[in-house]
């Protein structure tokens, strides 16, 4: 039994387990294990992602950072701990603007915000935000992001050895702000066949920017040449 939440306790339990030295690979369970898995794959010398690219990838922020690095096209946003500093990058980017928290899944406490006020009542409601749904601590940096209009999609793509094996492009289709809630998919996209390569170009980038060299991965995207 370990507390699946620490890559110590999983170790700890591994090592006091039949199975020590028997493991082929550490499989996460869900999206919050992806790189405590891949730590303590590196523990015992297994295939896996990587610590540093799943960290990256885990991580909503130090995603957004990759990807600035990389020089990829990237959304305005600014990682902050607190209101003041929300209010501070939200006035940079301009409103609307969307605030999430950075370890959270399943779009928890994603907001639309519009307003100086409607921040303010965010942040408010962060103050009691302590855990996910699965029972994670919240991290306390959050983000703060450009809303960018235009056609979402998402790219379901494999990597192998940094080169696509697989590629495809779903559109979405969702109601309108602030909740965003996704009404249908189209797979493959009907409307605008012509911006596939691009897309998928943009996905293999971003997974080579946070360093998912042999992965798969579901990016969403935005078209920005309909904004």
Known sequence: VADIRTTDSIISAIDCSPYKNKLDALIPGCSYLTDIAAQAAEHYGLFSIGYQAAYRARYKDETRKAFENAGLLNAKFAAVTNFNEAKEAANKIGYPVIVKPTNCDGSQNVTYVQNENALRDVFTKFQDFKTTYHNFAVRRIFLVEEYVIGPEF????????????????????????????????????????????????????????VGLLNAPRSLSEKSFSHT
């Open 154 to 209: 998402s790219v379901e793509i494999f990597m192998v050895q940094g080169k696509p094996i697989f590629a495809s492009v779903t559109e979405k289709f969702t109601t309108e702000p602030p909740c965003f809630a996704e009404l249908a998919h189209v797979v493959p996209t009907s409307i605008h066949r012509s911006e596939v390569p691009a897309l998928i170009e943009c996905a293999e980038k971003a997974m080579r920017a």
